[in-house]
């Protein structure tokens, strides 16, 4: 009987009750077939054995007794051991002696002595009420031979070949179950660590659990290690977005905290105007203005880094070497007092990629700003130096460079370094450039620059 949902849907069975109901099915299936093969080859062959001494008595008879007349010539079938009853009809039964037959004669036997019938066996009731099994052949001419065994041996040894088997037919069935259970139960042990694992994320959402997987080697794993191998790497990328999620938040929260205090002041200033000089209302709104669009910008970028995708955008085909070109000189207005060089390499110019300008342009942007607040202003020997070829746009600055502990992270929102943290920014431009080069398709590392400053490497995707 199947269960029901309380909204009266049947509820299907766990997996592991069904694993083993198959499990055990189909070896019992193969248990009682195996048996059942085996009982009819025992009857065949015991059967086929009494057919045999059936042939060897006729074949005797026939040699030994081929001029004796009608009648019994061996009557004697109480006894296991004894000859085979024998007897000679004659095809009309004119010719039957006065004595009676001990084995029944039909008009099938007399059809056999007169040679229009071929010989047949039969099951008979010997004398004594015990089975036997009959031969009747042709005997020369106008005659036919009758023999017969007691067939109780056969049937005995059928009905203990049956009970026999039965009894291992059954325990077959039992250890089949019991078989099936275990199988089921060891061979699911995964799927139910999975399930426990899954239940207890969801009951405590901490994505810091993890399956226990069995020891051994890696490339003797089965699909279910390997299942809970991929969940754990799941449950890896999801504990560390996360986390990435909270450092957002709290970075978040962080940045904005100053910016809007200072939103705050300012416009608490400016609601006091009447009691300032024009020259001070001039600074504070300038002031509120510039930190509305700080704020604004630290907004809109948060937005875009917590996609942690680009948006889908119509691709353009753009020429890297000209859009350089116009950040250089963007940057050049941005940062007046900081000397840019741009550098083409032979064939730059030739180099067409599907993109979409406008981030791209921000991305070079941002290495662009990066560099150029890492600079000495006024110092035209150190200037920033953006170098483009077919393959790559470097960057470099003359700065003080990466310290190799903040070399991992230099790309991760909102860090900044010792160095850069007197330095106005939000610390997601380079998370940002990052983004937009994966979105399309190219790589962004950083690295030392010869000498002194950091160098940054766009890597533009194989053409």
């Not at 901490?206 to 020891?215: F, N, T």
């Not at 990066?370 to 150190?382: L, M, V």
Request: hydrophobic content about 45%.
């Amino acid at each position: 009987m199947r269960l029901r949902r309380p909204g009266g849907r049947p509820r299907r069975r766990p997996l592991r009750t069904r694993l083993a109901l198959m499990a055990s099915a189909a070896v019992a299936a193969v248990a009682v077939g195996v048996c059942a093969a085996a009982y009819v080859v025992i009857r065949y062959e015991l059967g086929h054995q009494l057919d045999l001494q059936l042939t060897q008595a006729a074949t005797l008879a026939r040699h030994r007794d081929i001029g004796h007349g009608p009648g019994v010539l061996a009557g004697e079938c109480r006894f296991l051991a004894a000859p085979a009853c024998t007897q000679i009809v004659p095809a009309a039964p004119a010719a039957d002696p006065a004595e009676p037959y001990v084995l029944p004669v039909t008009p099938e036997t007399r059809r056999v002595a007169a040679g229009t019938r071929p010989g047949y066996r039969t099951a008979v009731t010997l004398p004594g009420g015990r089975p036997g099994r009959m031969l009747t052949a042709p005997f020369g001419k106008g005659r036919a031979v009758q023999v017969a065994l007691r067939a109780d041996t056969v049937r005995d040894g059928v009905r203990q070949a049956a009970g026999l088997l039965t009894a291992v037919g059954g325990a077959g069935v039992l250890l089949a179950a019991a078989g099936g259970y275990a199988v089921s139960r060891r061979g699911l042990a995964p799927v139910a660590r999975l399930t426990e694992a899954t239940e207890r994320i969801a009951a405590t959402r901490d994505a810091g659990h993890r399956i226990d997987l069995p020891p051994g080697p890696p490339d003797r794993e089965d699909e279910l290690t390997r299942l809970a191998v991929s969940f754990n790497t799941m449950l890896g990328e999801l504990e560390e977005s996360v986390a990435a999620r909270r450092r957002l938040v709290a970075d978040a929260s962080h940045e904005l905290r100053t910016p809007l205090t200072a939103l705050r002041t300012n416009a608490e200033l400016l609601a006091r105007a009447d009691r300032l000089t024009p020259a001070q209302r001039e600074r504070a709104s300038a002031a509120l203005g510039r930190q509305i669009r700080e704020v604004t910008t630290l907004v809109d970028d948060l937005v875009e880094l917590a996609r942690d995708e680009e948006p889908q955008q119509l691709l353009e085909d753009v020429r890297p070497a000209l859009l350089v070109a116009h950040v250089v000189e963007t940057a050049r207005a941005h940062w007046p007092d900081v000397r840019f060089t741009l550098t083409e390499a032979p064939g730059a110019r030739d180099v067409v990629l599907p993109g979409v300008p406008a981030r791209l342009a921000r991305l070079l942007s941002n290495l662009l700003d990066n560099a150029a607040k890492f600079s000495t202003p006024g110092s035209p020997d150190r200037p920033v130096e953006v170098v483009v070829t077919p393959q790559e746009v470097t960057v470099r600055d003359h700065g003080p460079g990466i310290a190799d502990e903040d070399l991992p992270y230099v790309f991760d929102r909102f860090y900044r370094s010792r160095a850069a943290r007197a330095l106005p920014g939000s610390g997601l431009g380079l998370a940002m450039a990052r983004q937009i080069a994966r979105a399309h398709g190219a790589t962004l590392t950083a690295e030392h620059a010869p000498g002194t400053g950091a160098l940054f490497r766009l890597t533009f995707p194989s053409h």
